[in-house]
């Protein structure tokens, strides 16, 4: 230990009414202040609303609708002109896959609303907390 750090006076930073950790009832966890109530469970169970995300309104997100997908050679590629045809992996009437910032989301159904094309979701999925 250094002079200066032998000349602090420790207890000058308990602060009034903390029980210094050498005197903690054995019986008491450490990481537990003495006057701290514990949490109530309607804390954590209170319904969320919009104004709850109201910090995230203005973020931006890229959302992509994914008709389906196909494998094709260089070559093939470079030779598609207008007019060209795709085979995609997908039938007519299947669900699509819709990303938010290139994660699956949701799936939906492909629909025209005033002449322009449009998503309806149709089932929205739910990661399972594992991070896949």
Not at 32 to 48: I, L, R
Not at 63 to 73: C, F, M, P
Not at 108 to 122: C, S
């Amino acid at each position: 230990m250094s002079d200066i750090e032998s000349d602090l006076d420790l207890e000058a930073f308990d602060k009034p009414g903390e029980t210094p950790a050498d005197e903690v009832p054995p019986d008491m966890p450490p990481e537990t202040p003495p006057d701290t109530p514990p949490a109530t469970v309607a804390e954590d169970k209170e319904p969320k609303t919009a104004i709850d995300l109201a910090p995230v309104y203005d973020v931006p997100v890229r959302i992509s609708a994914v008709l389906g997908k196909t494998k094709i050679n260089v070559n093939d590629l470079l030779a598609l002109g207008r007019g060209s045809v795709l085979e995609l992996d997908r039938k007519v009437g299947e669900a699509i896959d819709i990303y938010v910032n290139n994660r699956l989301v949701a799936r939906g159904e492909v629909v025209i609303v005033d002449d322009q094309l449009g998503v309806t979701m149709t089932e929205i999925i739910k990661e399972d907390g594992s991070g896949t």
